[in-house]
T-cell receptor, first 110, second 115 residues
Framework: GEDVEQSLFLSVREGDSSVINCTYT??????LYWYKQEPGAGLQLLTYIFSNMDMKQDQRLTVLLNKKDKHLSLRIADTQTGDSAIYFC??????????FGAGTTVTVRA | DSGVTQTPKHLITATGQRVTLRCSPR?????VYWYQQSLDQGLQFLIQYYNGEERAKGNILERFSAQQFPDLHSELNLSSLELGDSALYFCASSVGQGETYNEQFFGPGTRLTVL
């Protein structure tokens, strides 16, 4: 399809790991991004991965990229209440536009 | 605080009206992007300006227009408003044009409600 796809909701217990999955569309996308949107706020870039990498780790965040399947995932270790937000996967298209998924709403429960 | 400012924060207007949303990019950023976020369409790219010139166009309706001024601030004009135009409108800015890794910094958004 034409759209970046993500599951819409994820509920996770505090202290557990969260995994958010995304399928993107353009195999030539050079960069793939994860953005976080907290309630009432704009989007904040969390992390990104260059297309020639399989994995990137940044503190509690791990990004995995499977180019063959056009699959991207974001793992948040030791999930905290402050991680409750909407997470958007995005890719850069051939014409340099960012194309976003619908967003995954992550709810952290005590 | 991303350094991108948007005004107004909230806007309530009636169908058929025209509104202008304003964005000031981060200091030093030459690109400004406009996005629309709605429940049914998600986050959609509308248009990008780079140093005063239109750089890329997305799903922007003909009733909508934008411009970037010499001081690099940008305005998004929405006219003949319809109920379906109710959404959160984000502005983002970046240093470059977007052809390489080019982090976009998002403003807090303008929530438009059309009654």
């Amino acid at each position: 399809g034409e759209d970046v796809e993500q599951s819409l909701f994820l509920s996770v217990r505090e202290g557990d790991s969260s995994v958010i999955n995304c399928t993107y569309t353009d195999s030539s996308s050079t960069y793939l991004y994860w953005y976080k949107q907290e309630p009432g706020a704009g989007l904040q870039l969390l992390t990104y991965i260059f297309s020639n990498m399989d994995m990137k780790q940044d503190q509690r965040l791990t990004v995995l990229l499977n180019k063959k399947d056009k699959h991207l995932s974001l793992r948040i270790a030791d999930t905290q209440t402050g991680d409750s937000a909407i997470y958007f996967c995005a890719e850069i298209l051939y014409d340099y536009k960012l194309s976003f998924g619908a967003g995954t709403t992550v709810t952290v429960r005590a | 605080d991303s350094g991108v400012t948007q005004t107004p924060k909230h806007l309530i207007t009636a169908t058929g009206q025209r509104v202008t949303l304003r964005c000031s990019p981060r200091s030093g950023d030459l690109s400004v992007y406009w996005y629309q976020q709605s429940l049914d369409q998600g986050l959609q790219f509308l248009i990008q300006y780079y140093n005063g010139e239109e750089r890329a166009k997305g799903n922007i309706l003909e009733r909508f227009s934008a411009q970037q001024f010499p001081d690099l601030h940008s305005e998004l004009n929405l006219s003949s408003l319809e109920l379906g135009d109710s959404a959160l409108y984000f502005c983002a800015s970046s240093v470059g044009q977007g052809e390489t890794y080019n982090e976009q910094f998002f403003g807090p958004g303008t929530r438009l409600t059309v009654l």
